[in-house]
Structure formats: structure tokens, C-alpha cells
């Protein structure tokens, strides 16, 4: 990936940074981030979405527009320490994807030597990639671990606010190329991988919109996907009814993260647009629209808030009662019947 319009590329290009960077960005794009999913598939039996190099780029992308968007003034040593934690934020999966936020080390252990890279430097950038999900010490706020600032080497830092950018860009990094497509297109997904994979199949369009302190999500996925049940996990689930759960996650992800980026960024609202389409003409025949906000005083303290609380048009949508997964389902069924 180059430079060009990319603020975290652009920031470090020219300086003690960029070699470093690129000789490690080279050295994980072919050896490590290709292998993640394979091993990871391997030791926990579960078939991932996209762990690879495509990620990482994404990641950094999405990391690089919310700090353009929200206006935000980092030091080349910041941007630095950033980008590597994009590289490392997801590498623990080669151990096993559960609890793969705390192995970060174990991985980075095994390229950091040839490269020679400063210990303290990489241990920052562990530091911050191992806070973008999970747990520490049975609490998922994780963000609170770490300083507001501080100063490494003489070199002022805002550690919060570079692991929350790292967080939500990750969040904001599902989309079609994390999707194996072939085996969904053959309908050969492994068992208890189809709702993950379906969904980032059809997640066409994230959008940033800082202006209106807004996210917007919207699917386009052909109208069988949503009929029945789809596994997951140990289990099943109807498409809207995962969409509904993963778009909420998206929500308090984005409301978390708000809190550690130092009022440059602000969000408060998440637009989703879910389109079912006819297989045959390609045209659309449903479409789900909802806005995920806080309506009133929070009801839940810990956990994901209720899709129903977040977006009450759902509750009696479209005038035909509670919107489920099943409901939507009976709903297309008796279109097709007419």
C-alpha cells in the first residue's frame, strides 16, 4: 500500500519511520497474515473470514479515514506505532482464535528478531492492538487500561486514542472480501461459518459520517439467504435477525470508542439498510431500514443494548408487528405465494 491520500502512510513518508515499517508491513503481508486463517481453521475447527493481508489494508484504511475525519493531529512516531498495531491486532488467530487478543506476543516474537526492531517500540504496539477486542481481567473495557498520555522516549503519545482508532477500524473493516465466496456461491460453507461469512458477503457499503456523527451500513443479499436458519457456531440463526445482533455490536463499538477519541470524533447513530433480491430478475423485493441511537436514559448497563430499544420503528415495523429473522422470512414465503 502507498502513501498517496492515506493519513497514516502519508504522516510517517520521509521519516526515521517508513523503512522500518515497510521492511515489517513486506515481511508480515507474506509470511504471516497469509497463514492466520489456516492455522486458526486448524486448531479451533471453525472456518474464518479473511484474516489475510486484504484485512490489514482495510483496517488501515478505515483507521486512516476516522483520523482524517475527525481532524486528528498525530505525531509520525503515533502513526507509526498504529500501523504496526493494525498488523499485529488479528495475528494471535494462528494460535486459535479464542482468546487470540492475548497472543500477539507469541507471533510477533517469532519475525521480531530477524527484524531487529526496538523492544519498547513493539511492545507499544502490542500493547495497543491487544486492547481492540476481548477481555482484560474479565472486563471488555478494555480502552481504560491503558494511559490518556504519556511519554515514551521524549516522545509524546495519547494511547487511548490510537488504540480506539485501531478498534473501530477494525469494526468498520467487514466486507465482501472477507467473505469466501466460492464456497458460498457452490453452498459448500463449512458447518457453523454461514452467518459470518453471509454477512460480510453482503455488507456492499460502510460509510463513515463524521459531519453527522453517523455510520452507515448497507447490505444487498439474495432473498434465500433470509428464508431460513443459517448456522453458527453450534447452532443457527436468521440472517436479519445476525445482521440485527452484529450491527447493534457495530453501535456500541462506535459509542465506546467515542469516549477515548478526545472529542475528535463523535458518534451517536448507525444507519442500516438491508436489501433482499429476487435471484432471477436481480431486483430488489425487500428492504429493511433502521437507525440504531440512544432513545432516553440507557436501560443496560453492561452487554449490547436491544435492537428493539435502539431502533424502535422495529417494534411494529412497517405496520405489521415485531421485525424478526422469522418474521421476514413468512413475509417473503407469502410474497412469493402470490
Not at 509470511?31 to 479451533?44: R, Y
Not at 484504511?61 to 507509526?80: F, H
Not at 473501530?168 to 458460498?184: F, K, M, Q, V, W
Not at 435492537?307 to 414465503?333: F, M, R, V, W
Amino acid at each position: 500500500m502507498t502513501a498517496g491520500n492515506n493519513y497514516l502512510l502519508t504522516l510517517i513518508e520521509g521519516t526515521e519511520y517508513e523503512a522500518p515499517y515497510n521492511e515489517l508491513s513486506a515481511k508480515f503481508s507474506s509470511k504471516i497474515h497469509p497463514n492466520v486463517v489456516e492455522l486458526g481453521n486448524g486448531l479451533d475447527r471453525i472456518f474464518l473470514t479473511d484474516h489475510g493481508p486484504e484485512h490489514i489494508k482495510w483496517v488501515i484504511k478505515q483507521a486512516a479515514e476516522l483520523c482524517s475525519q475527525g481532524k486528528i493531529t498525530m505525531s509520525a512516531y503515533e502513526a507509526y506505532i498504529v500501523l504496526i498495531a493494525a498488523h499485529l491486532h488479528d495475528v494471535g488467530n494462528a494460535l486459535g482464535r479464542r482468546g487470540h487478543t492475548t497472543r500477539i506476543d507469541e507471533i510477533f516474537q517469532l519475525i521480531y528478531g530477524p527484524l531487529g526492531f526496538n523492544k519498547f517500540d513493539a511492545n507499544f504496539a502490542e500493547e495497543i492492538a491487544s486492547t481492540h477486542g476481548g477481555n482484560i481481567k474479565g472486563s471488555k473495557d478494555t480502552l481504560s487500561t491503558l494511559d490518556a498520555d504519556s511519554t515514551f522516549f521524549g516522545k509524546p503519545v495519547k494511547p487511548q486514542l490510537l488504540a480506539a482508532i485501531i478498534r473501530l477500524g477494525d469494526e468498520l473493516s467487514e466486507a465482501p472480501y472477507r467473505a469466501n465466496h466460492l464456497a458460498i456461491e457452490a453452498g459448500k460453507l463449512p458447518t457453523g461459518s454461514e452467518a459470518y461469512h453471509i454477512y460480510a458477503y453482503g455488507l456492499h457499503t460502510t460509510q463513515i459520517e463524521a459531519e453527522t456523527r453517523s455510520i452507515r451500513l448497507a447490505f444487498w443479499l439474495n432473498e434465500k439467504y433470509f428464508m431460513g436458519p443459517l448456522e453458527k457456531d453450534e447452532g443457527s440463526v436468521y440472517l436479519l435477525d445476525y445482521i440485527f445482533d452484529r450491527t447493534v455490536k457495530t453501535f456500541d463499538e462506535a459509542v465506546y470508542c467515542t469516549k477515548y477519541m478526545r472529542g475528535a470524533l463523535f458518534f451517536d447513530k448507525v444507519h442500516v439498510e438491508v436489501a433482499a433480491y429476487d435471484d432471477r430478475t436481480k431486483r430488489r423485493i425487500k428492504k429493511v431500514a433502521y437507525t440504531l441511537r440512544q432513545h432516553g436514559f440507557p436501560s443496560r448497563s453492561q452487554g449490547h443494548a436491544d435492537i428493539y430499544e435502539l431502533a424502535p420503528e422495529l417494534k411494529n415495523y412497517e405496520g405489521h408487528g415485531k421485525l424478526t429473522g422469522e418474521t421476514l422470512a413468512k413475509g417473503l414465503s407469502e410474497e412469493a405465494a402470490r
